[in-house]
């Protein structure tokens, strides 16, 4: 009975998608006390930098407004793309704040390190940018006025990190009209979890007719679902097993101490000011400030191979990621010329421990045949005596934002008009990556820090100026024609360490033997490395905290960072023709772009940027008097070279250029207001794929055929045609809300069901196993043993639907709900990950939250 009423609700909600959207009328500051605004009315978005209908933009836009935020009661990130059709991402480990956001399967998987691509969807929090590298930056949403998620290339209005697309989070503004706020509050209860909730409140303050302060304050408290169960590891020379004791002379281990319920836990809060300065009927000036800092405990991912939502980890896990961005926009006019000038400044700081037993396990029976990893590694303390060969990793990130634009627009009722401006833009990371083992010998440990096995010390830089604008002509007045360019230069950079330490009384040199990475390679005051200068002196450390430099470019007796510059330009092209009123079709021929960059082992070349030209037909519909609204666009992209990220030699990521793809898809959204019954539902349909080989090493042919640097047998380790990872071919969602007055007040229940189908989780179906094995001799190459598939190892996305419910009663200035979350309690697959290189038992799945209970109610004044 339960599946026939799932598929009932499935069948019924997703035929609503047909006609209906997740795009909502934003709410002016009144609304936030007063009725909300109709939901058929027009939206107002800014997407091409003026403020202007979404019905007139002619590119594919999704707009979530302040009403339909608080309705489906979103607060993050996760919520909110799973209503965009076009929006996938990848949880990196699943730990909130590390999600990798992709749009319209650009996507080749692997993304995310602190050493890796930049983003190819651009996030900005109102006119600032705020993409990181490593997680977008998961902006608590609350007192939102709405969320733009920009589909397809937008490098010509918003530049390098907007490849594939756009996300922006526009805030309320402060109000100078009255004196009003709120208050929200919330408890749940999670399946299989523990209790959570969270308590928001904004306030807005005018201190007189020409300025106003808003204030948003938030807390919340996301209850843990995943367990740390009992479990033991033993080493060799015992032969690997889950023994709780060992034999023979190996080292059994297990996590009594770590054992926990509900292990998974995440807490947050923080706040936003806006102050908005009215200086004459012209001129606005609006400094903003936003601090948010969320702490998260224990693995967002569960081992399936241990049991449904369990994990069995040995060593403290916690993340703490807190940021600061101040902003400034001044907005103004020059005779008729809007002018605008945004300028921010984003302070991020990621602080981590995390469990690397996996890595331990999996060497241990990569190594068998020569003791395991303790015998491979010499994992010795400083009497000689072999010890536990577990490591934890002790990470962080310090990523600093400049930004700053400034642009001009010709009115915008004119038959010629443009928007003109210039961009400039500073980044960096001081990166830490600390992998340490406990009681391991000084002599064997990263010169000068005792018991790191592994160190990566490193300070990136990249930096981006660009001028841009665009320019729309009425050929006739419904017939209009746009063109825009951006010319860009980037120039980046990455200096450090990176690797193992270096025993100077001989061998073994370092725990692992190798003479590869780190101290070996820093360079001395000749510039040769240590390695091939043993006796030479070290130049001092580029990077605090690290001991010496490994990652540069030796010059002048010094060393300077590794550096990789380039320039170019994007364009667009657009045609719109308005054949009736409420009717727009439109053309589109774009170009995105992504920097190139370093890649942190310095016998790995440089990676290029890589470009995506996208080529689309679209419409915009408004019918049955403003009742349906029924959007959608039909697309090819091509993506040139693309920026490929995988987990490399000692299980770090390494950058290449990969083959040519292809995309091609579909997207539609729309809205259906029957009065006390709304439908809104969003699909898309992506096919995404490679067009020429991707091999094993670097072959400007794609033939696999060209050796690799060192004499490595080529080989193809996905062939053309493979499917690009991470997006689901299929995507739709739908919503049902039927609300009913009650006197004066009003009840309303509502249903939302989000449905995807599946996809892979690496695009690569053959990778060769280095360790032990020789890539240079052609039988080992032709034995198969010797290879192993990611994509098999990883295993599929599978599909999954989730269906949410909710019932509610709106009385004067307050409100009270229940509602259940997941209420099939589905196992979505929002990522798979394992936690090294070479981790091929043990795969994690990151999940959502189960089946959740709530209430929550509300209040405004």
Same mark, same amino acid.
């Given at each position: 009975?339960?599946?026939?009423?799932?598929?009932?609700?499935?069948?019924? !909600?997703?035929?609503?998608?047909?006609?209906?959207?997740?795009?909502?009328?934003?709410?002016?500051?009144?609304?936030?006390?007063?009725?909300?605004?109709?939901?058929?009315?027009?939206?107002?978005?800014?997407?091409?930098?003026?403020?202007?209908?979404?019905?007139?933009?002619?590119?594919?836009?999704?707009?979530?407004?302040?009403?339909?935020?608080? *309705?489906?009661?979103? #607060?993050?990130?996760? *919520?909110?793309?799973?209503?965009?059709?076009?929006?996938?991402?990848?949880?990196?480990?699943?730990?909130?704040?590390?999600?990798?956001?992709?749009?319209?399967?650009?996507?080749?998987?692997?993304?995310?390190?602190?050493?890796?691509?930049?983003?190819? $969807?651009?996030?900005?929090?109102?006119?600032?940018?705020?993409?990181?590298?490593?997680?977008?930056?998961?902006?608590?949403?609350?007192?939102?006025?709405?969320?733009?998620?920009?589909?397809?290339?937008?490098?010509?209005?918003?530049?390098?990190?907007?490849?594939?697309?756009?996300?922006?989070?526009?805030?309320?503004?402060?109000?100078?009209?009255?004196?009003?706020?709120?208050?929200?509050?919330?408890?749940?209860?999670?399946?299989?979890? =523990?209790?959570?909730?969270?308590?928001? =409140?904004?306030?807005?303050? %005018?201190?007189?007719?020409?300025?106003?302060?808003?204030? $948003?304050?938030?807390?919340?408290?996301?209850?843990?679902?995943?367990?740390?169960?009992?479990?033991?590891?033993?080493?060799?020379?015992?032969?690997?097993?889950?023994?709780?004791?060992?034999?023979?002379?190996?080292?059994?281990?297990?996590?009594?101490?770590?054992?926990?319920?509900?292990?998974?836990?995440?807490?947050?809060?923080?706040?936003?000011?806006?102050?908005?300065?009215?200086?004459?009927?012209?001129?606005?000036?609006?400094?903003?400030?936003?601090?948010?800092?969320?702490?998260?405990?224990?693995?967002?991912?569960?081992?399936?191979?241990?049991?449904?939502?369990?994990?069995?980890?040995?060593?403290?896990?916690?993340?703490?990621?807190?940021?600061?961005?101040?902003?400034?926009?001044?907005?103004?006019?020059?005779?008729?010329?809007?002018?605008?000038?945004?300028?921010?400044? !984003?302070?991020?700081?990621?602080?981590?421990?995390?469990?690397?037993?996996?890595?331990?396990?999996?060497?241990?029976?990569?190594?068998?045949?020569?003791?395991?990893?303790?015998?491979?590694?010499?994992?010795?303390?400083?009497?000689?005596?072999?010890?536990?060969?577990?490591?934890?990793?002790?990470?962080?990130?310090?990523?600093?934002?400049?930004?700053?634009?400034?642009?001009?627009?010709?009115?915008?009722?004119?038959?010629?008009?443009?928007?003109?401006?210039?961009?400039?833009?500073?980044?960096?990371?001081?990166?830490?990556?600390?992998? *340490?083992?406990?009681?391991?010998?000084?002599?064997?440990?990263?010169?000068?820090?005792?018991?790191?096995?592994?160190?990566?010390?490193?300070?990136?830089?990249?930096?981006?100026?660009?001028?841009?604008?665009?320019?729309?002509?009425?050929?006739?007045?419904?017939?209009?024609?746009?063109?825009?360019?951006?010319?860009? /230069?980037?120039?980046?950079?990455?200096?450090?360490?990176?690797?193992?330490?270096?025993?100077?009384? +001989?061998?073994?040199?370092?725990?692992?033997?190798?003479?590869?990475?780190?101290?070996?390679?820093?360079?001395?005051?000749?510039?040769?490395?240590?390695?091939?200068?043993? +006796?030479?002196?070290?130049?001092?450390?580029? $990077?605090?905290?690290?001991?010496?430099?490994?990652?540069?470019?030796?010059?002048?007796?010094?060393?300077?960072?590794?550096?990789?510059? &380039?320039?170019?330009?994007?364009?667009?092209?657009?045609?719109?023709?308005?054949?009736?009123?409420?009717?727009?079709?439109?053309?589109?021929?774009?170009?995105?772009?992504?920097?190139?960059?370093?890649?942190?082992?310095?016998?790995?070349?440089?990676?290029?940027?890589?470009?995506?030209?996208?080529?689309?037909?679209?419409?915009?519909?408004?019918?049955?008097? =403003?009742?349906?609204?029924?959007?959608?666009?039909?697309?090819?992209?091509?993506?040139?070279?693309?920026?490929?990220?995988?987990?490399?030699?000692?299980?770090?990521?390494?950058?290449?250029?990969? %083959?040519?793809?292809?995309?091609?898809?579909?997207?539609?959204?729309?809205?259906?207001?029957?009065?006390?019954?709304?439908?809104?539902?969003?699909?898309?349909?992506?096919?995404?794929?490679?067009?020429?080989?991707?091999?094993?090493?670097?072959?400007?042919?794609?033939?696999?055929?060209?050796?690799? @640097?060192?004499?490595?047998?080529?080989? /193809? #380790?996905?062939?053309? &045609?493979?499917?690009?990872?991470?997006?689901?071919?299929?995507?739709?969602?739908?919503?049902?809300?039927?609300?009913?007055?009650?006197?004066?007040?009003?009840?309303?229940?509502?249903?939302? $069901?989000?449905?995807?189908?599946?996809? @892979?989780?690496?695009?690569?179906?053959?990778?060769?196993?280095?360790?032990?094995?020789?890539?240079?001799?052609?039988?080992?190459?032709?034995?198969?043993?010797?290879?192993?598939?990611?994509?098999?190892?990883? +295993?599929?996305?599978?599909?999954?639907?989730?269906?949410?419910?909710?019932?509610?009663?709106?009385?004067?200035?307050?409100?009270?709900?229940?509602?259940?979350?997941?209420?099939?309690?589905?196992?979505? *697959?929002?990522?798979?990950?394992?936690?090294?290189?070479?981790?091929?038992?043990?795969?994690?799945?990151?999940?959502?939250?189960?089946?959740?209970?709530?209430?929550?109610?509300?209040?405004?004044?």
């Amino acid at each position: 009975m339960l599946v026939s009423n799932r598929r009932l609700a499935i069948a019924a !909600l997703l035929a609503s998608a047909s006609f209906a959207a997740p795009a909502f009328a934003q709410s002016t500051p009144a609304d936030t006390q007063a009725a909300p605004v109709d939901e058929s009315n027009d939206i107002v978005v800014t997407a091409q930098k003026r403020e202007e209908s979404m019905q007139n933009v002619p590119i594919s836009i999704q707009a979530i407004g302040t009403k339909k935020l608080d *309705q489906l009661n979103i #607060s993050n990130f996760a *919520q909110y793309t799973q209503l965009l059709p076009s929006v996938s991402f990848q949880a990196l480990g699943g730990t909130p704040g590390t999600n990798v956001v992709y749009m319209r399967g650009v996507a080749s998987g692997g993304d995310g390190n602190h050493s890796g691509s930049l983003p190819s $969807v651009g996030v900005y929090l109102d006119e600032q940018p705020v993409s990181t590298i490593g997680g977008n930056l998961d902006v608590h949403i609350y007192d939102i006025a709405r969320i733009e998620s920009l589909a397809g290339p937008q490098g010509t209005l918003y530049g390098a990190s907007s490849e594939a697309g756009t996300i922006r989070i526009i805030t309320n503004k402060p109000d100078t009209s009255g004196f009003y706020g709120r208050v929200d509050g919330e408890v749940n209860t999670v399946n299989k979890g =523990g209790v959570g909730g969270k308590i928001e =409140g904004m306030v807005n303050m %005018p201190f007189s007719q020409d300025i106003a302060l808003r204030v $948003v304050g938030f807390y919340q408290k996301d209850a843990g679902f995943v367990d740390n169960v009992p479990g033991c590891r033993s080493f060799m020379p015992e032969p690997t097993n889950n023994a709780c004791t060992a034999t023979h002379g190996g080292i059994a281990v297990n996590n009594s101490a770590f054992v926990k319920k509900d292990y998974n836990d995440t807490e947050l809060w923080g706040g936003r000011a806006a102050l908005k300065i009215d200086l004459d009927d012209n001129w606005t000036v609006m400094p903003t400030v936003i601090y948010q800092d969320e702490r998260s405990h224990g693995s967002y991912g569960y081992d399936p191979k241990v049991g449904d939502l369990q994990v069995q980890h040995f060593f403290p896990e916690y993340r703490r990621d807190r940021f600061i961005q101040a902003a400034l926009t001044i907005q103004g006019k020059l005779g008729n010329w809007d002018l605008t000038y945004a300028g921010a400044y !984003l302070d991020r700081k990621d602080f981590s421990s995390s469990d690397y037993t996996d890595y331990a396990e999996a060497y241990d029976s990569l190594y068998s045949s020569v003791g395991g990893i303790a015998g491979y590694f010499y994992f010795k303390n400083a009497a000689g005596t072999t010890i536990d060969p577990r490591q934890k990793v002790i990470g962080s990130d310090h990523f600093k934002k400049m930004s700053q634009e400034f642009r001009v627009a010709s009115p915008q009722d004119e038959r010629f008009r443009i928007v003109a401006g210039a961009f400039y833009q500073r980044q960096s990371n001081d990166i830490h990556q600390d992998y *340490q083992v406990a009681g391991l010998d000084p002599a064997l440990s990263v010169n000068g820090v005792p018991g790191t096995l592994w160190l990566t010390q490193q300070h990136r830089v990249d930096k981006d100026y660009a001028m841009f604008g665009e320019a729309s002509f009425d050929i006739l007045p419904n017939l209009t024609l746009t063109g825009g360019g951006r010319a860009f /230069i980037y120039d980046n950079s990455l200096i450090g360490f990176f690797g193992f330490g270096r025993n100077p009384a +001989g061998p073994p040199y370092n725990a692992a033997g190798s003479s590869r990475t780190g101290v070996a390679g820093c360079f001395t005051t000749t510039g040769a490395t240590l390695r091939d200068n043993p +006796g030479g002196t070290l130049l001092p450390a580029a $990077v605090a905290g690290s001991p010496c430099t490994d990652l540069g470019t030796f010059f002048n007796g010094g060393i300077i960072p590794k550096g990789t510059q &380039g320039q170019g330009f994007t364009h667009r092209l657009n045609l719109t023709w308005k054949p009736v009123k409420d009717v727009l079709l439109y053309g589109t021929w774009s170009r995105g772009f992504r920097p190139g960059g370093i890649n942190r082992r310095g016998t790995i070349p440089p990676y290029a940027a890589d470009y995506l030209t996208n080529y689309e037909i679209g419409w915009k519909t408004t019918l049955l008097d =403003g009742k349906l609204r029924f959007n959608g666009a039909i697309y090819q992209q091509e993506w040139k070279k693309f920026q490929f990220s995988f987990l490399g030699q000692n299980s770090f990521t390494e950058i290449h250029n990969g %083959p040519d793809a292809r995309i091609r898809g579909v997207e539609m959204d729309a809205n259906l207001n029957l009065g006390r019954l709304t439908l809104t539902g969003s699909g898309s349909y992506t096919d995404a794929k490679t067009k020429r080989n991707l091999c094993g090493y670097d072959d400007a042919t794609f033939t696999c055929t060209t050796p690799g @640097a060192n004499g490595q047998i080529n080989y /193809i #380790s996905a062939a053309a &045609g493979t499917r690009l990872p991470i997006t689901p071919r299929f995507k739709v969602n739908g919503t049902a809300r039927y609300t009913v007055p009650v006197g004066s007040a009003k009840a309303y229940a509502q249903l939302v $069901v989000a449905h995807q189908s599946s996809a @892979a989780s690496d695009i690569r179906t053959k990778v060769f196993i280095a360790a032990l094995n020789d890539p240079t001799d052609p039988a080992t190459v032709a034995n198969p043993a010797n290879f192993y598939s990611p994509a098999a190892t990883l +295993g599929r996305l599978k599909s999954y639907t989730t269906g949410d419910v909710a019932v509610g009663y709106e009385f004067g200035n307050y409100s009270l709900e229940a509602f259940v979350s997941n209420f099939w309690d589905e196992r979505a *697959q929002l990522s798979r990950f394992e936690e090294c290189g070479s981790c091929s038992q043990r795969p994690y799945i990151v999940t959502n939250t189960p089946r959740t209970i709530g209430v929550r109610a509300g209040a405004k004044f």
